[in-house]
C-alpha cells in the first residue's frame, strides 16, 4: 500500500483503462446463469448490461464475465427468452 | 506606470479578471456578484478576452463546470455569493480535492433565513473548511490585487488549489474608491502563461479524475491535501514580494497596524478593518496603546506569525462579522488555537458585528477598546462572546 507522499495530488489517475483491475464480481449477491436452448441470440443481454460482463463472441452470447458482473440481474429482466421461457435466470450466490 | 482610477470593487476585479485572461468562465447571478460577472461577460462580447463564457442554470452548474473546465487543462474563473457559494457547496470540495486551480472571487453577503442581501462574511467562513485558499480584502485596491496575486497562488505547481477572493458585498463591491490599475502587460508578465497540469484532454494520455478511494487510502489521500495546504504561505509570501517589486503595495499573511507596542488590540477583517484603523490613530493621539490586526490569509490559516504578532499584547478583541450560533465567532476560534501554544497571551474577547450589512462604526471600536483597556488594567472579563450594537 502506498503511503501518503507517494501518492498522485488530486487522486488523479494517471493511466487509461485501469479499472480493468478492480474487480466488482465479488459484490454480487445474485449471479446470472445462461440457459443456453433458450436464447434466441437477440443481444439484449448485452446492449443492458451496464458492466459489459455478458460475454459475446463472433455475434454470439457465450455466457457471463462473473469477474465483473454485479449481478444487477437487468439482463435477465430484459431478456425475452423463446416463448416465454428465458434465457437468464438469477441464482442467489453460494447456492 | 499605474493608472489611477475611480472603480467601484466589483468592477476592479473583473479588471482583474480580464487581465488574467482566463480560458474558460462558469457564472450565474447573484447579488452582489452579478455585476462582477456582467461586467466579465461584456468583455468577452467586446472580445478583450479570449475566454468562452458559459451561462449556466445555477451556482451547482456553474461549479461543475468550472470543475470540468479546469480538469480538462484551462484556467477558469467564476465569481459568487451567499447562497450561490452555499449552492456550490458539494462541489467546492471537489474542486480542491481534484487540486484544480480555479480562481473565484467571492462578494460577501448573508445567508438566508431571514432573507438579506446585505455584506457579512457567513458565506466564506461556512465554506473555511472546503480546501479552498481564502485571502481577504480591505478595499477595491486590495480585492484587486488580490485576484490577481490569487492566480500566481492557486496556479502554483507546489499547489494548484482553488482561491477564494473575498471582499464585502456592497461596502466593497458597489462603492466607488481611488485605486490603482496595473498596465495589462504587466499583469499578464506576472501571472504568466497557464501551465496545464494532467489534463482530461490530453487524450494520448487518458486521466480519471474523481475515482472511488476507500477506507485503505481515503485517509491518505486527506493527508496530502492538507500538506499541500502548509505550502501554501509561502508561496503567498513570495508571491506578495514579487507583487510588491511591480505595484509597490506591501502584503502578507495579515496585516499588523501600529501593533508593535499596542497593550490593546482588535482583530478585525475587510472593510471595517479600515474604520478600526482611523479609531486607533485617533486613541493613540490620547496616549492608549491600540493596534490592529487584519487577517488577509485566512486558509490555511498562519497560526504560529499570528500567535507572535498577538502574545504580548494585554488585551484583544477579535470581531466577527460571521457568527456559530452556540459557538464563538470563525476567526476567534482560530486566533485563541494559536494564541493557546504561547506561554505569554492576552485576554481574549470575542465581538459578533455588521452581521446582514449593519454599519460597523468608529464609536463600537471605540467602545471595544475601551472595553479592553478595562481588562488590561485587571477589570476581568464580562462576557467572552457579545454582539455590537444590538438594540437591547
Ligand atoms: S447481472 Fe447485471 S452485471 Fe451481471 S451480466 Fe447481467 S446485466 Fe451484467
Ligand atoms: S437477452 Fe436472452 S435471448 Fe437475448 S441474447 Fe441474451 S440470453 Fe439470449
Redesign the pocket.
Given at each position: 500500500m502506498k503511503k501518503w507522499h507517494e501518492l498522485v495530488p488530486g487522486a488523479v489517475i494517471l493511466e487509461g483503462g485501469s479499472a480493468v483491475r478492480f474487480k466488482t464480481g465479488s459484490w454480487r449477491a445474485f449471479k446470472p446463469l445462461?440457459i443456453k436452448e433458450?436464447?434466441?441470440?437477440?443481444?439484449?443481454?448485452?446492449m443492458y448490461c451496464p458492466d459489459m460482463s455478458?460475454t459475446v463472441q463472433d455475434g454470439k452470447?457465450t455466457g457471463f464475465d462473473y469477474d465483473y458482473c454485479k449481478g444487477c440481474g437487468i439482463?435477465a429482466l430484459?431478456?425475452?427468452?423463446k416463448k416465454g421461457n428465458k434465457?437468464?435466470i438469477m441464482e442467489e450466490e453460494g447456492k | 506606470m499605474q493608472k489611477v482610477v475611480a472603480v467601484t470593487g466589483n468592477e476592479a476585479v473583473a479588471n482583474a479578471l480580464r487581465q488574467a485572461n482566463p480560458d474558460v468562465c462558469a457564472a450565474y447571478p447573484i447579488t452582489p456578484a452579478t455585476d462582477m460577472m456582467q461586467r466579465f461577460a461584456s468583455f468577452v462580447s467586446n472580445g478583450e478576452v479570449d475566454t468562452e463564457l458559459i451561462l449556466v442554470e445555477s451556482e451547482h452548474s456553474s461549479m461543475s463546470a468550472c470543475i470540468g473546465a479546469s480538469a480538462a487543462g484551462g484556467r477558469v474563473i467564476t465569481a459568487t455569493s451567499s447562497q450561490g457559494l452555499a449552492l456550490m457547496w458539494e462541489m467546492l470540495h471537489i474542486a480542491s480535492g481534484d487540486n484544480l486551480p480555479i480562481i473565484m472571487p467571492v462578494v460577501n453577503r448573508a445567508l438566508s433565513a431571514p432573507l438579506n442581501i446585505h455584506g457579512d462574511h457567513s458565506d466564506a467562513m461556512g465554506a473555511r473548511d472546503t480546501g479552498w485558499i481564502q485571502l481577504w480584502s480591505e478595499d477595491a485596491q486590495e480585492a484587486y490585487d488580490n485576484t490577481i496575486q490569487a492566480f500566481r497562488i492557486g496556479e502554483h505547481l507546489a499547489l494548484r488549489l482553488p482561491v477564494m477572493i473575498n471582499l464585502d458585498g456592497f461596502i466593497i463591491s458597489h462603492s466607488i474608491e481611488r485605486m490603482e490599475y496595473l498596465e495589462d502587460k504587466a499583469v499578464e508578465d506576472f501571472i504568466g502563461e497557464f501551465k496545464v497540469v494532467n489534463a482530461l484532454l490530453d487524450l494520448d494520455k487518458p486521466k480519471s479524475y474523481g475515482p472511488l478511494i476507500l477506507p485503505d487510502l481515503y485517509i491518505e489521500y486527506k493527508r496530502l491535501q492538507h500538506e499541500i495546504m502548509s505550502r501554501v504561505k509561502g508561496v503567498v509570501l513570495d508571491v506578495a514580494e514579487d507583487f510588491e517589486k511591480l505595484s509597490g503595495r506591501k502584503y502578507g499573511l495579515f496585516e499588523s497596524y501600529r501593533l508593535e507596542d499596542a497593550e490593546v488590540g482588535l482583530v478585525i477583517m475587510s472593510s471595517a478593518a479600515g474604520t478600526a484603523k482611523d479609531v486607533v490613530d485617533s486613541l493613540r493621539v490620547k496616549g492608549i496603546k491600540a493596534g490592529l490586526l487584519k487577517p488577509r490569509l485566512f486558509r490555511p490559516f498562519p497560526y504560529g506569525e499570528m500567535a507572535a504578532s498577538l502574545q504580548n499584547l494585554k488585551a484583544v478583541a477579535v470581531m466577527d462579522r460571521a457568527d456559530s450560533f452556540g459557538g464563538y465567532g470563525p476567526v476567534f476560534m482560530e486566533v485563541s488555537s494559536a494564541l493557546y501554544g504561547s506561554s505569554k497571551r492576552p485576554a481574549l474577547i470575542n465581538k459578533i458585528y455588521g452581521l446582514g450589512g449593519r454599519d460597523f462604526l468608529p464609536a463600537h471600536a471605540e467602545e471595544t477598546f475601551l472595553e479592553l483597556v478595562d481588562i488590561a488594567k485587571g477589570g476581568g472579563i464580562k462576557t467572552i462572546k457579545e454582539y455590537i450594537g444590538v438594540r437591547q
Open positions: 445462461w433458450n436464447c434466441i441470440q437477440c443481444l439484449f443481454c448485452w455478458v452470447m439482463c430484459e431478456c425475452p427468452g434465457a437468464i | -
